[in-house]
């Protein structure tokens, strides 16, 4: 196996980093990996915000709601940008100009993420620990007030990088037969036979893992959160209007 692969056959969530921040030959390394990440029509609809601040920190990981993000030696901060885009065409005369579209906004979302994913790769390949934030996104008015974003832009994912102080188990994943169809969707007849060993497999992740301990396993992670996430009320549909989106 070459050593792409093997990166992500071991990639663990790193949640414990040390102090130190990372080199600028390391920073500019992994930001050249978003750079040259793939684009929709080339557009470039990304951005990212690297917050070096202690007390901008802080604020975000009152957002967070998670203490170690504070203590996050580089934390990233993935935007969907359109605002670049109006502007060039602005400066460029043209005129009548609506606000961006929701496939607009999906190009701009999508770019965030594979630029996100290459930075990852990027950064485990130093020997660096990665951590994805979704949780910055619990407040979106705050987080865009925070880093002033502009109209025509909107946060997508954030994520911390250093050097790892912690070395966690690797977590079970689901298989590819659930995962990967070939030509059609496939439906299982019933799906919690189907994720009987994967359920077996969290349960001794969770019941042997050196932190947070706990019994639990993925049908029942899945059920809770998909409950609880269904019924919450959305605010982002009010807040990408706000944004300047059409939606």
Avoid at 3 to 29: P, V, W
Avoid at 121 to 145: F, M, P, Q, T
Avoid at 198 to 208: A, G, P, S, V
Avoid at 225 to 233: A, C, H, M, V
């Amino acid at each position: 196996m070459n050593k792409t692969l093997e990166l992500f056959e071991r990639h663990k969530t790193i949640r414990k980093f040390k102090r130190e921040r990372i080199s600028a030959e390391e920073l500019q390394a992994i930001l050249q990996a978003y750079r040259r990440s793939p684009s929709s029509l080339g557009l470039q609809a990304s951005t990212i915000i690297h917050v070096t601040d202690q007390k901008l920190k802080e604020e975000i990981t009152k957002i967070s709601e998670q203490e170690y993000v504070a203590d996050v030696p580089e934390l990233f901060i993935f935007v969907a940008d359109l605002y670049r885009g109006r502007k060039v065409a602005e400066q460029k005369g043209y005129e009548n100009l609506v606000d961006p579209s929701v496939e607009m906004l999906i190009q701009g979302f999508t770019d965030s993420i594979i630029g996100a994913q290459s930075l990852s790769v990027a950064a485990e390949s130093l020997g660096l620990g990665v951590v994805y934030l979704g949780s910055l996104l619990k407040d979106y008015e705050k987080l865009i007030e925070l880093l002033k974003l502009p109209k025509y832009t909107f946060p997508v994912i954030g994520m911390g990088v250093g050097y790892p102080d912690q070395e966690p188990q690797l977590k079970p994943k689901m298989s590819m037969e659930h995962r990967c169809f070939e030509n059609e969707y496939k439906s299982f007849d019933n799906y919690l036979d189907e994720f009987k060993e994967l359920d077996d497999e969290m349960h001794n992740y969770y019941d042997t893992r050196d932190e947070n301990r706990r019994s639990d396993t993925f049908t029942n992670q899945l059920s809770k959160f998909y409950d609880i996430l269904s019924k919450g009320e959305s605010k982002a549909v009010e807040v990408l209007r706000k944004q300047g989106f059409r939606i």
